[in-house]
RNA sequence: GGUCCGUUAGCUCAGCUGGAUAGAGCGCUGCCCUCCGAAGGCAGAGGCCAGAGGUUCGAAUCCUCUACGGACCGCCA
């Protein structure tokens, strides 16, 4: 059921009518009509620009064509006023069954809101994908948490999701990485050892030396790179995805699959990757030019590898093989990228940190080359957390090995409020994290207004004196709730579906935080009202059939509440401590 | 020098891909709390949507330029 979608269609059928009337002429673009609720509530439940739209090519006065339709509209049940107002703008106003519709539906389809509109297309999100040389930190944190939250929204449209990560175990970090479990299993054996530039100095490897000393005893001390290397550099990027599947558990994160770089060397992937861009003739050999601005101290122009990826947008070429002829980390990449084209996938999304701003473009191009244009790819680039503490700013220095991970904020402030926080903010706008504010108790907070309103309705069920099965409340005269501070909430619950389709649609999914917001808003303000209007109030002493009615509103708003959160990734609250 | 993102109330931010008089919270001002849970409620003030052009019936939204802020910019990953 989706109030927006039935009126649209009744606004198509009726332009139809007035075609086979004669009154319109035939075949007119209607792409642009849109059938929405005005901003303003007085203008109506509904409103179509469907008359300014069509004026033109069918050359006509705006609000003959409304005049029209009005008409045509009216005829309807569900319709009881349409009036033509200002340009040509159609309001409706529309019957109040049609609200007592939208509840019960909510009550008799736990799934109400759910969204056929991805037809089942497979859909691949990326997230997270960072290098396994350590824990998360809190930058992970956003990427993780939108990434998973937009993954969940896509499925809840009815899309097929994959969740992916990428593990970059196939470049020079992870020979760094070695090199300092190395100096650490040292140290397990007793040793002083220096962490120089270009080690990771973090405690966090320390267990890790241990346990490669436990493994292997003495065998490595003493000896050179080649003899350990490989063996510690494997130990220990399995130690550190390990550390990191148990930091995205601590979110309630679980990944479809993990993809590893470094099963694409050696395989032959890479080099059918380039040569199917060779073939679309999107290889050479060539001499970039000096990048401008602050230029690097040792430029020197040298003969690359290129792909021709300003062909698809880019504004320079890429190198994919470095002047010794090794791969450039860009090559797996588009390896990686075709492997997800050739696994059938209808549509890709990379959710990436800001810092990765450059590389779109032309990862993008490298997409859209290998899959003929076909498969498109979105990227969503996180922007920075800035982190408060009681109002300051929360240093942290990577070099010291001081930053913050993501196992301090959720140890802190727990997985759902730091999930729902990092979700009331668009994914490319930078985003404050204020450890004291987001657990705060009180209106100001988002986080706890939302889960106060589904915690509340427990409460009222909890009281009320009369059955409160979803079946019996579906069943509930809603004649008996039709309010208008009443309707409004019906009114903000019918746009749930339409509010599902644009969060999916636009790969957006604070929307749905937003939106819940707003519902939990409107359920607030409906219970203040019974302070004043006890006949507002959800328990009608001795009236039975009044207060399943009001019931029946509630807890058709805790439905989707818990539906909003589930998406979220956010546990509804059954009771406020 | 270039690319990407941002700029909306004193502050923090929404704004449904072009709709009608621009929205919320905080803060501010004034009232209110015996009442299903007041970890509050109601009302009010507060805006040249960074600036200038353009596109059309109509622009915070789309295009161009400018200003400011952030991220990034050979063979690093």
């Given amino acids: 059921m989706n109030v ?37 509530a007085a203008h109506g439940d509904m409103a179509t620009n469907a008359a300014m739209v069509l004026a033109k090519p069918a050359k006509m006065n705006p609000r003959a064509i409304a005049e029209a339709l009005a008409a045509e509209l009216a005829k309807d049940d569900r319709v009881t006023v349409a009036e033509v107002a200002g340009p040509g703008f159609l309001n409706m106003r529309l019957a109040a069954d049609v609200w007592g519709g939208v509840i019960k539906a909510a009550l008799t389809n736990a799934d109400y809101g759910r969204s056929t509109l991805g037809q089942n297309k497979k859909m691949m999100v990326e997230y997270v994908s960072a290098n396994p040389t350590g824990p998360l930190h809190v930058g992970h944190t956003r990427g993780a948490v939108f990434g998973d939250a937009l993954a969940s929204l896509l499925d809840y449209a009815g899309y097929d999701v994959t969740r992916e990560y990428y593990i970059n175990d196939g470049g020079a970090q992870v020979d760094v990485l070695a090199r300092s479990v190395y100096l650490r299993y040292l140290e397990a054996h007793g ?53 990191i599947r148990d930091d995205l558990a601590s979110l309630g994160i679980e990944m479809d699959n993990f993809y590893s770089e470094k099963g694409l060397y050696g395989s032959g992937r890479i080099e059918d990757a380039i040569q199917t861009l060779d073939q679309k003739g999107l290889i050479y050999r060539g001499t970039l030019e000096p990048p401008k601005g602050k230029l690097p101290e040792d430029w020197e122009p040298r003969e690359q590898t290129l792909f021709k990826s300003t062909e698809y947008g880019d504004d320079v070429d890429r190198p994919v093989q470095k002047s010794d002829g090794a791969w450039t980390y860009f090559a797996p990449d588009i390896a990686y990228h075709y492997d997800k084209v050739e696994r059938g996938f209808d549509a890709l999304i990379d959710v990436f940190g800001a810092d990765h701003g450059g590389y779109v473009k032309r990862m993008k191009a490298a997409v859209a080359a290998l899959s003929d244009e076909k498969v498109p790819l979105d990227i969503k680039l996180t922007q920075l957390v800035k982190l408060y503490k009681n109002g300051e700013p929360f240093k942290m220095s990577k070099r010291a090995g001081t930053f913050v991970t993501l196992r301090d904020v959720v140890d802190q402030v727990g997985s759902d409020v730091t999930r729902f926080h990092m979700l009331t903010r668009k994914n490319d706008a930078p985003l404050d994290f204020d450890f004291d504010k987001v657990t705060e108790q009180s209106k100001d907070n988002p986080v706890f207004y939302v889960q106060y309103a589904h915690a509340r309705i427990n409460s009222v069920l909890r009281k009320a004196e009369v059955p409160v099965d979803d079946a019996t409340l579906a069943g509930a005269d809603l004649s008996l709730a039709a309010h208008e501070a009443e309707l409004k909430v019906a009114k903000t619950l019918a746009e749930w579906p339409r509010l599902v389709e644009i969060a999916a649609k636009g790969h957006e999914p604070h929307r749905i935080a937003f939106y819940l917001y707003d519902l939990a808003s409107d359920f607030h303000g409906l219970w203040n009202r019974g302070n004043d209007d006890t006949s507002l109030r959800f328990l009608q002493e001795g ?19 818990a539906s909003g959160l589930g998406i979220l990734g956010v546990t509804p609250a059954e009771e406020m401590r």
């Fill in 4 to 40: 927006f979608a039935d009126i649209r269609a009744l606004v198509m059928a009726c332009l139809d009518t007035l075609e086979t009337a004669g009154t319109l002429p035939g075949g007119l673009n209607r792409a642009a009509i849109t059938v929405e609720p005005p901003r303003d």
């Fill in 543 to 561: 009236d039975k059939a009044t207060t399943q009615a009001k019931i029946a509103l509630i807890r058709a708003v805790q439905v989707v509440l």
């Fill in 191 to 243: 040793q002083e050892v220096a962490f120089e530039d270009g080690t990771y100095p973090g405690d966090y490897l320390i267990p890790v030396g241990e346990a490669l000393k436990d493994k292997v005893g003495d065998a490595y001390v003493g000896k050179g790179e080649q003899f350990w290397l490989e063996d510690v550099r494997e130990y220990a990027t399995e130690a550190m995805m390990s550390l």
